[in-house]
Each structure stands twice: as C-alpha cells, then as structure tokens.
C-alpha cells in the first residue's frame, strides 16, 4: 500500500504545486484573497511602525532628537497618539484578514470540492475505486478540497508577514545602527534551515499516515454503524475491533513521537542559539548605549529588532514548513483530478437489443497478482428471453454482470451487443439500456420515492411511475403507509433539522424497494436481477416469478440465483464453475442430461421435500 511519494527534493514541481495552489485559491475568490494578501502586508508593517514610534516617544522623552527628525517632547503627543492609532489598526487589519481568509477558505472548499466530485464522474468502473493507493489519493485529495486551502492561506499568510516583519525591522535598525543588521541577521540564520526541515517531516508524516487513517476510520465505522455493531455485539467481537483502532493510533503516534523527538532536540539547539543571540544583542545594545552611540529610543529598537526578526524568521520558516505540507496534499488532489477515465469510452450510441448479447471467450481477473475469475467464458443471452446463470458461490456469476455493465475491462475476449464489441459502445447510451437489481443493492438514506428514483433520475418526481413500479415489485403497501407515505426518509437517523419522519425497512421491504428501483427503469432493454429474491417471503418469491414471466416476454432478463425454484423457468440456463460454462440449455435439456444442474436440482428439491416430512 502506497500513497503520493512524499517526494524530499523536487523543489521545482513543489512550486509548480504552489502555484497551481495559489491560482486555484485565487480564481475562486479574487477579491477576499486581494483583501488577505493586504491584510498580511499591512500586519508585517504595523509592529515595526510601533517600533519606531515607540522609539521616537523614548527619545522625546529623553529630550534627544531622534533619527526620525522629532525633536523634544513636542513629539511625544503625535507619536503617542500614532502608537495607539497602530495598536488599534493592528487588532482591526487583523480582524478584517481573518474575516476574507475565511471567506476564501470557504470559497475555495467548495470549489475544490465541485472539482473533485466533477473529476469523480470520469471514474466509470469501480476497479480504481478498490485500488487502495487510489483510495488514500482520494483520501487526502478530500482532506485537500475541505482543509488544504485554509492551511496554506494560513501559512503562507504566517510566511508574508514574517518575512514583511523582518524586512522591516532590517530597515528599520539600518537607520539606528547598520552592523546592528549583521548581528541579528547572524542570529537567526540557522533557525531557517532547521525550521524547514522540521516542517518537511511533518508534511511527510501527514502523507504517510493517510493509509492508517483510512484504516483507523473504517474500524470506527464499524463500531459506530448499526448494520456492523450488531454483528460484532452478538459475536462479542466489538473489543477486537476496538483493539485494531487503537492498534492504528498507537502506530501512528509512534510516528509522530519520532518527529516529535527530532522537533524537541532541535528546538532545543534553536533555543539555546537564540537565547545566546538575544543576549549578545542585548551586550552590544547596552555598549552602544553607554558609550551615547545610541538613543535609549535606538536601544529599545534595537532590542525590539533583535526579537522582532527572530520571530519574523521563525514565522517564515515554520509557515514555510506548512506551507510544504499542503502542496504535499494538494498534490494528492491534483492528482486525483488529473485522473485518466479508467474505462475507455467508444462513440456509438447503443442500438436498442434486437439479437442477443454474447461474451466470446471472455478472461478476467481482479487484480493480475489474483487468480482468473473467468477463464474463457462464451456465453449468448437471446434478447427477449429469460436467461438463467447458476453456479456455487465464487463461479463468477456476479462478475459477469459487473463485465457486462462494463464496471470493470475483460483482459481478454470480448462483450458484444448485437454483434458490436461494447467497447466501442458509447458507456451512457449502454447502461441506460440496462436496469439491474444487484446481490448487494444498496440501501440509500434517502425518502422511499426517491430511493426508487435512483433507478431512472429521469422519473424524478413522477409520482405516478414511481407508485407504479412499487406495485410493481410488491412494495406500494407498505410505502403507502409510511409516516409520511412515499415522502418518508428511510434512515435510521433522523436528518440535521429534525423536521422530516423517518422509517426503517427490513431486508426482504428494502429488496422490494431495490426491485422498484429496477422496473422503473421500464425503457431498458435488459433487465439483471442478481439474486433477487434472496429476502423475499413466499408470496413476493412468486410473484417476481409471475413478472418475470410477463416480463420475458417484453424484454431480455438475466437472472442469477441459487434458487433453482426462480431459474427453473429460463429459456436457457447456463451453469458456471470455476471460471468457465460447463453446462447450457433448458430446465429438461439440463435434467436429462443429468450433470451438474441436475445434481443442484435434485439436491435442493430433496432438501425441500425431506424437511417438509
Ligand atoms: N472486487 C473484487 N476484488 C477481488 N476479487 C473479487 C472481487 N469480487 C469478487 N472477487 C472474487 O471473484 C470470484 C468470483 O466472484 P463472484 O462475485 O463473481 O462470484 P459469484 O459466482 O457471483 O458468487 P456468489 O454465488 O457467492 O455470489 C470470487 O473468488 C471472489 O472472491
């Protein structure tokens, strides 16, 4: 498992990084990001303003002319009233910059979001989405669209104004004492360094730990979520899992003390230099002083210099350091949105089925490091009939259909549609001739009419298909008396406001509203029902067997099931195991030829018969 390469030394792709950073900060919101970069300028400026001011009120004090041109007390009121005047511009330049970074950070968010979930449309299949370095990019790439911008704004805002700071002091000690410059300066030049290094390595570490996180977060899941929780309560495993996510931060803790560890040696290096710089200073200042070479004006700027760009240096160096961090993140981001469609896409529109569908020889595998799935499978689904696929668990059934979707590439072989290779097919035209009820259908938090609407965004609110397609597949009654009818949420939370009524389904009503899903989508071409009635009672089992046999006759269905009573009535029936067809034909072709299907047939129907006694 691999995530972004933290990358220690390409400077120039790091700034090529910034830059794309920065432009997407500015395009979203030009006009706070302006008012930021003015607000960080003018905040660098005003401590070393009061610095001189301060300056020049001690001098007037003193009864000296300062370097400034005041002279005596007639300059302490102006300088006095210009220091508070400062003190005040600085608590409002503040405010006021902190109100357009936020602004721009939540400008930015929710562009880096509409781009991300925009670049998230171009990923067709569902193979990239169960590769886990594209998981942890997707991971930090969402940690970039909500975070990253604020982070760098806030760094690159320390970074400005530090830097502003120390240039203004550097000029500012230029017009009392210029070697004074070379002191300082002397001072806090290996902060810098250290400083960069430092931040290096916890941007690292943030990268590094994306996998972990990820991990630590699906085990909280777990934990958290009913559907999970229940299982591990009754097996009792709940401190298994508990174990495993502690087993994660304490991992991830390790790596951070080790940075820690490093920070703290080297901060203390930083201290003991910067202490012995500040009382060098402080020496030299005194002298300085004593000998009348500098105003006590002089010496205060010159004290205030010496910590000033100190500080400035560290705030320059540390932002800098964060300043990495969130280029190290944005990368993940950009990455994920310079993203290649993982399925190629052909041009010509799906003609509605008339002859068949046909997998030629068709070899696939999850992963190459995994063993074939389907090794060679030629199989013809007429169009208009009822084909049946059974196989034992792990045949490769559902894999099939996922192919056939075009969920995932066959490394070899091919899908053909009415004899044209489905490649070459454009992806949106073929699956809105598809409709398909999935083993592991998903159970949206969302109301029953639209849970039903996911099956053709087209029906959108046409309460009259929508009821129809419920009745269709034997959910209409219970949905009808919902709290809130059709409108009810099915969740087990209740939403945000707290306003809507809420219901929860049991599995066989959920497998009822999946099928609802499916028939709604009554233009398709090809219906797939992958174990779909695996959670209904006998009286629903039958009637999806009497729509099936309705439906068969208007349109092409491909059933997979274990339930030899729904497959029974296929025109053709294909058996599949380990990866390859090794029985076809009808129900009594499949019994008298007495193989493999036979065998399951009896088997079951013995099974049935022998518990009935
Ligand atoms: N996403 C995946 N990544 C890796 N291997 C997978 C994935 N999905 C399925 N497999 C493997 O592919 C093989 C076939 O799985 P498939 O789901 O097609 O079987 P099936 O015939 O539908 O089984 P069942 O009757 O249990 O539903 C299994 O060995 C399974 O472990």
Same mark, same amino acid.
């Given at each position: ?22 432009? =997407?900060?500015?395009? %979203? /919101?030009?006009? *706070?990001? &302006? ?6 300028? @003018? +905040?660098?400026?005003? #401590? ?121 002091? =550097?000029?500012?000690? %230029? /017009?009392?004492? *210029?070697? &004074? ?6 001072? @806090? +030049?290996?902060?810098? #360094? ?420």
């Amino acid at each position: 498992m691999t995530v972004p390469e933290p990358s220690p030394a390409r400077p120039r792709r790091s700034l090529r990084e910034l830059g794309w950073a920065l432009s =997407l900060i500015v395009r %979203a /919101a030009p006009g *706070p990001a &302006a008012l930021v970069l003015l607000c960080t300028v @003018v +905040a660098g400026v005003l #401590p070393v303003l009061s610095g001189w001011l301060l300056r020049v009120i001690l001098d007037a004090v003193a009864g000296r002319a300062g370097h400034a041109g005041h002279a005596g007390t007639g300059a302490v009121m102006p300088a006095a009233a210009g220091f508070a005047a400062v003190g005040l511009a600085m608590t409002l330049v503040q405010e006021l910059g902190s109100f357009a970074s936020n602004t721009v950070r939540r400008t930015v968010r929710f562009r880096a979001n509409a781009m991300l979930y925009e670049r998230l449309t171009v990923i067709r299949g569902i193979g990239l989405l169960e590769d886990s370095d594209f998981q942890n990019r997707l991971r930090l790439a969402g940690d970039a669209a909500d975070a990253a911008p604020a982070q760098l704004l806030r760094s690159l805002i320390s970074s400005v104004q530090g830097l502003v700071q120390v240039v203004g002091w =550097l000029f500012a000690l %230029a /017009a009392v004492w *210029p070697p &004074a410059i070379g002191i300082v300066a002397a001072a @806090v +030049a290996p902060i810098v #360094p250290v400083r960069l290094a430092v931040g290096r390595q916890q941007a690292e570490l943030v990268v590094r730990q994306a996998p972990r996180t990820r991990r630590q977060l699906a085990f909280r899941m777990l934990m958290a979520d009913a559907r999970s929780a229940k299982e591990l309560k009754v097996f009792g495993a709940e401190r298994f899992v508990a174990d495993r996510v502690l087993h994660e931060i304490t991992l991830m803790n390790e790596q951070e003390a080790v940075v820690d560890g490093r920070l703290l040696r080297r901060q203390s290096v930083l201290g003991a230099i910067e202490m012995s710089a500040t009382v060098v200073a402080i020496v030299v200042a005194a002298s300085l002083a004593l000998h009348g070479r500098l105003s006590p004006g002089g010496l205060s700027l010159f004290l205030g210099a010496a910590v000033g760009v100190q500080n400035g240096a560290f705030a320059v160096a540390a932002g800098f350091g964060w300043v990495r961090a969130s280029v190290l993140v944005f990368r993940a981001l950009r990455q994920v949105l310079s993203q290649a469609p993982d399925v190629p896409e052909g041009t010509i529109a799906a003609p509605a089925l008339s002859r068949a569908i046909e997998f030629r020889d068709v070899w696939f595998r999850y992963r190459d490091d995994l063993p074939w799935v389907l090794r060679g499978v030629n199989l013809t689904i007429a169009a208009g009939g009822s084909t049946g696929i059974i196989g034992t668990n792990g045949a490769g059934k559902s894999t099939l259909i996922k192919l056939l979707c075009r969920l995932y590439e066959p490394h070899q072989g091919c899908i053909l549609w009415d004899g044209v290779d489905i490649r070459t097919l454009d992806l949106d035209s073929l699956r809105s001739r598809i409709s398909a009820v999935f083993q592991d259908f998903v159970p949206y938090d969302l109301t029953a009419a639209e849970n039903i609407a996911i099956g053709d965004a087209a029906a959108g609110s046409d309460d009259e298909r929508i009821t129809a397609a419920a009745t269709k597949a034997e959910a209409h009654e219970f949905l009808a008396r919902l709290p809130n009818g059709y409108g009810t949420l099915l969740s087990r939370h209740l939403p945000p406001d707290g306003t809507e009524k809420t219901a929860f389904l049991s599995g066989g009503q959920w497998q009822r509203v999946a099928l609802a899903r499916a028939y709604l989508r009554d233009r398709a071409d090809l219906l797939i029902l992958d174990e779909p009635a695996s959670g209904l009672d006998a009286e629903a089992e039958q009637a999806l067997l009497d729509k099936m046999a309705d439906m068969s006759t208007m349109r092409t269905t491909v059933q997979i099931s274990h339930r030899m009573s729904t497959q029974r009535w296929a025109d053709q029936i294909y058996v599949l195991a380990d990866g390859v067809v090794v029985e076809r034909g009808a129900h009594e072709e499949l019994m008298a030829a007495d193989g493999v299907y036979a065998a399951l047939f009896r088997m079951q129907f013995d099974g049935y018969v022998s518990r009935r006694r």
